[in-house]
């Protein structure tokens, strides 16, 4: 009885961190309800290219889902549903091998045209306006597979940016 009302209340209890990893503090940071340190750690997950750190949060996948499904009854932490959804998408995406991480790009408004192309991800191509003369435009070329992509700012509560592949030549 205790124990289901505790789960209730607080989530089912999250399985135990590999001690001493690289990703511990950013899983441990994921997993304790806390809005500051989870969106934080998010956000330094979304932006890693670092590939010892991607593999030993690949590693630990099962803490992140868990993580992920503790904040699954209570709609004041859809924010953090987006960012954990994206971060499961991310290390998902880099377990599987499943190509260049640019892929990710259309997966997250936060990727922004200037900290990439600063970060040597992406060349920058041409820049111009959006249809309908709503926000600015940046096209790129990623640096790893050379995929080309068109990234629109855009405006709601916050600036966003949305990402579109080029066509192939």
Same mark, same amino acid.
């Given at each position: 009885m205790i124990g289901s009302l505790f789960e209730r209340l607080f989530g089912t209890p999250l399985p135990p961190l590999q001690e001493g990893r690289p990703g511990t503090a950013l899983l441990r940071a994921l997993g304790s309800g806390d809005y500051g340190l989870l969106r934080?750690?998010?956000a330094t997950i979304a932006l890693t290219r670092d590939a010892s750190l991607l593999d030993d949060l690949a590693l630990?996948?099962?803490?992140?889902?868990?993580?992920?499904?503790?904040?699954?009854?209570?709609?004041?932490?859809?924010?953090?549903h987006y960012e954990l959804d994206f971060v499961l998408l991310k290390l998902r995406h880099w377990r599987?091998?499943?190509?260049?991480?640019c892929q990710l790009y259309p997966h997250w408004m936060h990727y922004e045209p200037? =900290?990439?192309?600063?970060?040597?991800?992406?060349?920058?191509?041409?820049?111009?306006?959006?249809?309908?003369?709503?926000?600015?435009?940046?096209?790129?070329?990623?640096?790893?597979?050379? =995929?080309g992509w068109r990234c629109t700012d855009r405006e709601?509560?916050?600036?966003?940016?949305e990402w579109s592949a080029l066509p192939q030549p």
């Open positions: 934080t750690a998010a630990q996948l099962p803490y992140v889902e868990a993580a992920r499904a503790r904040y699954n009854t209570d709609p004041k932490w859809i924010r953090e599987d091998h499943d190509g260049c991480l200037g =900290r990439e192309i600063a970060s040597g991800h992406v060349m920058p191509i041409a820049t111009g306006v959006a249809e309908g003369g709503w926000g600015g435009t940046q096209d790129a070329t990623c640096t790893v597979c050379g =995929r709601y509560h916050a600036p966003w940016w």
